[in-house]
């Protein structure tokens, strides 16, 4: 248990689908990042809030939507998906972003298209 | 660009063998090195770090790191690895100034074996 929650654990949604993946720290923290990790790829960052502001977006289509409407909660809204977009998404927390500082992770959702 | 290199995708051990990762990482300046684990079915951990001081880091589990900056290496090592040390294990890189992000390997795959 690192001090990071993320439901669901696991989502199967069609390609019209809209669904939400949900992030919450309790550890303190300023920073939380989304994370996309698929078989055989490096970890792939996906978005950056530091203190509530996206500080980061790598070049993620807009069929993903991040909210955070505070410091311990971020969310990853998600809407016409591509069967390609099966993996696992992991949630992060640091004491600040873009310090070095260490990232916490929760357990993931892994999630599928169909 | 920034990256970071590991070369072995699956390595396999019998139990009591010795253990070194590799990971090499690409960029200059200051940066901070981690390894996470990742054990089947369960979250990313925090195997170690290094951020500054004494080169030869150690960490949960018996292992430990060596820092070589002349190499831009970070190699992960355990002298005699057990059964419960199999898992998928991911080196990860980051400046420590600029806003820049945590950059993660491809990862490892040990499989240790009876």
């Known amino acids: 248990e690192t001090g990071v929650t993320q439901t669901p654990r696991h989502l199967v949604m069609g390609m019209t689908n809209k669904k939400s993946l949900k992030c919450e720290q309790h550890l303190g923290h300023n920073a939380m990042y989304w994370y996309k990790q698929s078989a055989k790829k490096p970890l792939e960052l996906m978005f950056v809030y530091n203190f509530k502001e996206q500080t980061e977006n790598n070049s993620v289509p807009s069929r993903f939507s991040p909210e955070c409407p505070n410091s311990s909660h971020l969310f990853l809204h998600l809407h016409t998906l591509q069967p390609e977009d099966s993996a696992l998404y992991l949630c992060a927390s640091s004491s600040l972003a873009g310090e070095g500082d260490t990232q916490y992770f929760g357990p993931g959702t892994r999630l599928t298209v169909l | 660009a920034q990256s970071v290199s590991q070369h072995n995708h699956h390595v396999i051990l019998s139990e009591a063998a010795s253990l070194e990762l590799g990971c090499n990482y690409s960029y200059g300046g200051t940066v901070n090195l981690f390894w996470y684990v990742q054990y089947p079915g369960q979250h990313l951990q925090l195997l170690l770090k290094?951020?500054?001081?004494?080169?030869l880091v150690k960490g949960i589990k018996g292992f430990e790191a060596e820092f070589i900056k002349s190499k831009f290496s970070f190699n992960l090592r355990k002298p005699s690895v057990q059964w419960s040390d199999t898992a998928e294990y991911f080196c990860a890189a980051c400046r420590i100034s600029g806003n820049t992000p945590l950059v993660f390997g491809k990862g490892t795959r040990l499989s240790v074996i009876a």
């Open positions: 290094y951020f500054s001081g004494d080169p």
